[in-house]
């Protein structure tokens, strides 16, 4: 069998499910050639990580010669976990020079650079695949299900609140992706997963986009307005620490990939969320119009004390409803649990109010509620992941839920980031069709 040849762009904490992938499950389909890395540390992690996994020493580039990389290489496909405003450069590079490209989400930040990438799968054919794990998740395979079923009749309408903890959501603005011109804020970066969600639930494309929202919590103007105090400008430091700060020495991969990396690049992984320099928002809300005719309500919290979220599709013989909780609190003391019941914690019974669970309602007009279950496998994302690497390293297979995804998917889930970050700057609702992409123009008519 012949063996696709790898090179990974790309070297931190992102890439190591995809050299683990080569290295492990599909080490008989996929081959790790390179790894193209500017951090010499970050570089040579990588290539530890592989050849711990028993393969053979990959060679190292810098992105500045990825065209002589994949020539020399002969690469065949090129997996991107880069800074996300790096990505159209590399994926335009790399189609160029002959090779296909698999990339982490978002396809890219805004609508020039999307332009630029389509530009370029139509002059040199090559196929760019992007992987969007939350598809293969088997609760929202199950909300798929449904609404293809056709259960719920057509799609009216959509609501949608997605709740980022103050775990996950704070790290949003540790790291690069506190500046917009990194990331695109989180209505790209993030809720890209999101909007791909929606669009491949309802089988249409966004029309117009009115955002609202802005940075209400985090950042040195909000710390300033509720009196905290002088921070340390990063976590990493002697003395006490609190639940907002995350100390890089007591996270082994996080410390050799970024603290022992810094004097190379400069790069500073555990910077203050209410520190100056944040350019980003961390309360969302949009209305999103379709061309199917239906519109999506959307919100999105980065500082709620858990994480998880909840959608309800509306339709014309229904309605259906996916409720996850992923982790019902963060507590800053260790092993604290909430309790139903404050006396029962003395007696080391405590029941969860707010247990990570998920549950698939639907109910039809003039019909008593029943839940629809959710099958799912081992591994992350209930299974999910197991299924998605299948795809990008053998190939799908057939698929009746069309979870596999490519560029025009990538694209069509940041343009409402995209029209959603310019309703934010202009105050008025945007059109899809008007920021300047082709497949956006001929998919909003």
Same mark, same amino acid.
């Given at each position: 069998?012949?063996?696709?040849?790898?090179?990974?762009?790309?070297?931190?904490?992102?890439?190591?499910?995809?050299?683990?992938?080569?290295?492990?499950?599909?080490?008989?389909?996929?081959?790790?050639?390179?790894?193209?890395?500017?951090?010499?540390?970050?570089?040579?992690?990588?290539?530890?990580?592989?050849?711990?996994?028993?393969?053979?020493?990959?060679?190292?580039?810098?992105?500045?010669?990825?065209?002589?990389?994949?020539?020399?290489?002969?690469?065949?496909?090129?997996?991107?976990?880069?800074?996300?405003?790096?990505?159209?450069?590399?994926?335009?590079?790399?189609?160029?020079?002959?090779?296909?490209?698999?990339?982490?989400?978002?396809?890219?930040?805004?609508?020039?650079?999307?332009?630029?990438?389509?530009?370029?799968?139509?002059?040199?054919?090559?196929?760019?695949?992007?992987?969007?794990?939350?598809?293969?998740?088997?609760?929202?395979?199950?909300?798929?299900?449904?609404?293809?079923?056709?259960?719920?009749?057509?799609?009216?309408?959509?609501?949608?609140?997605?709740?980022?903890?103050?775990?996950?959501?704070?790290?949003?603005?540790?790291?690069?992706?506190?500046?917009?011109?990194?990331?695109?804020?989180?209505?790209?970066?993030?809720?890209?997963?999101?909007?791909?969600?929606?669009?491949?639930?309802?089988?249409?494309?966004?029309?117009?986009?009115?955002?609202?929202?802005?940075?209400?919590?985090?950042?040195?103007?909000?710390?300033?307005?509720?009196?905290?105090?002088?921070?340390?400008?990063?976590?990493?430091?002697?003395?006490?620490?609190?639940?907002?700060?995350?100390?890089?020495?007591?996270?082994?991969?996080?410390?050799?990939?970024?603290?022992?990396?810094? +004097? %190379?690049? !400069?790069?500073?992984?555990?910077?203050?969320?209410?520190?100056?320099?944040?350019?980003? =928002? #961390?309360? &969302? *809300?949009?209305?999103?119009?379709?061309?199917?005719?239906?519109?999506?309500?959307?919100?999105?919290?980065?500082?709620?004390?858990?994480?998880?979220?909840?959608?309800?599709?509306?339709?014309?013989?229904?309605?259906?409803?996916?409720?996850?909780?992923?982790?019902?609190?963060?507590?800053?003391?260790?092993?604290?649990?909430?309790?139903?019941?404050?006396?029962?914690?003395?007696?080391?019974?405590?029941?969860?109010?707010?247990?990570?669970?998920?549950?698939?309602?639907?109910?039809?007009?003039?019909?008593?509620?029943?839940?629809?279950?959710?099958?799912?496998?081992?591994? +992350? %994302?209930? !299974?999910?992941?197991?299924?998605?690497?299948?795809?990008?390293?053998?190939?799908?297979? =057939? #698929?009746? &839920? *069309?979870?596999?995804?490519?560029?025009?998917?990538?694209?069509?889930?940041?343009?409402?980031?995209?029209?959603?970050?310019?309703?934010?700057?202009?105050?008025?609702?945007?059109?899809?069709?008007?920021?300047?992409?082709?497949?956006?123009?001929?998919?909003?008519?």
């Amino acid at each position: 069998m012949t063996r696709t040849r790898y090179a990974v762009v790309g070297a931190g904490s992102r890439s190591q499910m995809y050299i683990d992938a080569v290295a492990g499950t599909y080490a008989e389909h996929a081959e790790l050639i390179a790894i193209c890395e500017p951090n010499p540390v970050r570089a040579a992690l990588a290539v530890q990580r592989a050849v711990d996994a028993g393969v053979a020493e990959p060679s190292t580039w810098h992105p500045d010669r990825l065209e002589d990389l994949i020539r020399t290489e002969r690469i065949d496909r090129v997996v991107i976990t880069a800074r996300d405003d790096l990505h159209a450069s590399l994926i335009v590079r790399a189609l160029e020079a002959g090779a296909d490209v698999v990339v982490e989400k978002p396809l890219t930040i805004d609508a020039e650079s999307a332009a630029a990438i389509e530009d370029a799968v139509e002059r040199t054919g090559g196929d760019v695949l992007l992987t969007f794990n939350y598809r293969y998740s088997p609760r929202n395979s199950a909300l798929r299900q449904v609404i293809q079923d056709g259960l719920i009749g057509e799609v009216t309408s959509i609501d949608f609140q997605w709740m980022l903890d103050t775990k996950h959501g704070a790290d949003y603005f540790r790291r690069w992706h506190r500046e917009k011109k990194n990331s695109g804020g989180l209505l790209v970066h993030k809720a890209s997963h999101h909007f791909d969600l929606v669009n491949w639930w309802i089988r249409s494309t966004p029309r117009r986009v009115f955002a609202s929202g802005g940075l209400r919590f985090y950042g040195a103007e909000n710390a300033a307005v509720r009196g905290i105090g002088e921070r340390p400008a990063r976590g990493t430091h002697d003395g006490s620490h609190d639940g907002f700060e995350l100390d890089l020495r007591e996270h082994p991969n996080l410390k050799a990939l970024y603290l022992d990396a810094e +004097g %190379h690049d !400069g790069y500073v992984r555990d910077r203050d969320v209410f520190g100056e320099g944040i350019t980003i =928002e #961390d309360n &969302l *809300a949009l209305v999103v119009d379709y061309a199917s005719g239906a519109t999506l309500s959307y919100s999105l919290n980065a500082h709620a004390p858990w994480e998880g979220y909840r959608v309800a599709v509306n339709g014309t013989l229904g309605r259906v409803e996916l409720d996850v909780v992923e982790r019902g609190a963060v507590l800053e003391t260790e092993g604290l649990t909430p309790v139903l019941d404050p006396s029962a914690a003395d007696a080391g019974s405590s029941v969860s109010l707010r247990p990570e669970s998920e549950r698939l309602l639907l109910q039809r007009h003039w019909e008593a509620p029943v839940e629809v279950p959710i099958v799912g496998g081992d591994g +992350g %994302h209930g !299974g999910g992941d197991a299924i998605l690497l299948s795809d990008v390293f053998i190939g799908p297979g =057939e #698929d009746p &839920l *069309a979870r596999p995804a490519n560029w025009r998917d990538g694209v069509q889930s940041i343009a409402v980031g995209i029209a959603g970050n310019r309703s934010l700057a202009t105050g008025m609702p945007v059109e899809v069709a008007d920021l300047g992409i082709r497949l956006l123009s001929r998919a909003s008519r």
